[in-house]
């Protein structure tokens, strides 16, 4: 059974700091995408990475996969209360499997 | 252009009961999965469905039942409810079983 873990599971932070959140595994995915999850909506994309090693930039948000393709991490530079929301990383192996989140909460 | 639409927005049933969700998937999409999302939980894969058949299936019991019509919408069906099956329970479309997924908003199901 392929499983996700992210950490951490809860994030508090000011606007304006710096910040990684976690996903790993012991499996191989071929690809890992990473959602955002605001209360009463659906996981919304916001990137997928495929290549080992990868690094994708989103506006302040960069996204590395790593090189064994078994874990990856989110960095945001400069939070924004906007980034508040549930991250969810999800890989792509034999079905889809997602990781439990990490809630993260930007102060004003 | 609509995204992926799903119906209804909120149920309750008791236990025992059966419930039948529902799901259009965005347009140009042929693949459906299903998920169960509890509270503070990442989704969980149900199953998923493309060309009408059921093509992977997550760990999830037998009272889990599925369908998709010709038109690609897609039906979720849950017999003998239990109370452990009080969930956001969500509907993700793509262009093809393994590309990336755009979900709707969910129906929120609560067993009582």
């Known amino acids: 059974t392929q499983l996700l873990e992210q950490s951490p599971q809860f994030l508090s932070i000011q606007e304006g700091e710096n910040l990684t959140v976690y996903c790993n595994s012991s499996?191989?995915?071929?690809?890992l995408q990473w959602y955002r999850q605001e209360p009463g909506e659906g996981p919304v994309l916001l990137v997928t990475v495929v290549t080992g090693g990868e690094v994708k930039k989103l506006k302040r948000l960069t996204f590395q996969f790593g090189d064994a393709r078994k874990d990856s991490s989110l960095h945001i530079t400069a939070a924004q209360p906007g980034d508040t929301g549930l991250y969810l990383c999800?890989?792509?192996?034999?079905?889809?499997?997602f990781g439990p989140g990490t809630r993260l909460s930007v102060l004003p | 252009d609509a995204g992926v639409t799903q119906s209804p927005t909120h149920l309750i049933k008791t236990r025992g009961q059966q419930v039948t969700l529902r799901c259009s998937p965005k347009?140009?999409?042929?693949?459906v999965s299903w998920y169960q999302q509890a509270l503070g939980q990442g989704p969980q894969f149900i199953f998923q469905y493309y060309e009408e058949e059921e093509r992977q299936r997550g760990n999830f019991p037998d009272r889990f039942s599925g369908h998709q019509f010709p038109n690609y919408s897609s039906e979720l069906n849950v017999n003998a409810l239990l109370l452990g099956d009080s969930a956001l329970y969500l509907c993700?479309?793509?262009?093809?079983?393994?590309?990336?997924?755009?979900f709707g908003d969910g129906t929120r199901l609560s067993i009582l």
């Open positions: 499996s191989v995915f071929s690809s």
């Open positions: 347009s140009g999409h042929d693949t």
């Open positions: 999800a890989g792509v192996g034999q079905n889809f499997v």
């Open positions: 993700a479309s793509s262009f093809s079983p393994r590309q990336p997924q755009h």
